[in-house]
Nanobody, 120 residues
Framework: QVQLVESGGGLVQAGGSLRLSCVAS????????MAWYRQAPGKQRELVAA???????DYADSVKGRFTISRDNAKNTQYLQMDSLKPEDTAVYYC??????????????WGQGTQVTVSS
């Protein structure tokens, strides 16, 4: 089993910054893809940013140029640096990982989410 634990959420004023972290632990050989999703009340969960094992990145158009995803493979940790935050960024942010287990299988895991609130 794999656990993903997010941290770094909170309340910030528009134009401010936050840095989210997600630490994966458990039955991990490697992590193929890491990503951040977010979900606002009444809306579907959407992909914010993703990063592959080869460090290729993908961003939602709404956050491109403002958010940066990165990973530290030695620590099984991913980060989301969020700059120039806007009220519309307010949501619960979820960590995602496609994990290659020590038995050689791939599994998808989700964190429990961390609240990000951006005030005007």
């Amino acid at each position: 089993q794999v656990q993903l634990v997010e941290s770094g959420g909170g309340l910030v004023q528009a134009g401010g910054s936050l840095r989210l972290s997600c630490v994966a632990s458990g039955n991990i050989f490697s992590i193929n893809t890491m990503a951040w999703y977010r979900q606002a009340p009444g809306k579907q969960r959407e992909l914010v940013a993703a990063i592959t094992s080869g460090d290729s990145t993908d961003y939602a158009d709404s956050v491109k140029g403002r958010f940066t995803i990165s990973r530290d493979n030695a620590k099984n940790t991913q980060y989301l640096q969020m700059d120039s935050l806007k009220p519309e960024d307010t949501a619960v942010y979820y960590c995602y990982a496609l994990v290659n287990s020590k038995a050689g299988y791939n599994y998808q895991y989700w964190g429990q989410g961390t609240q990000v609130t951006v005030s005007s």
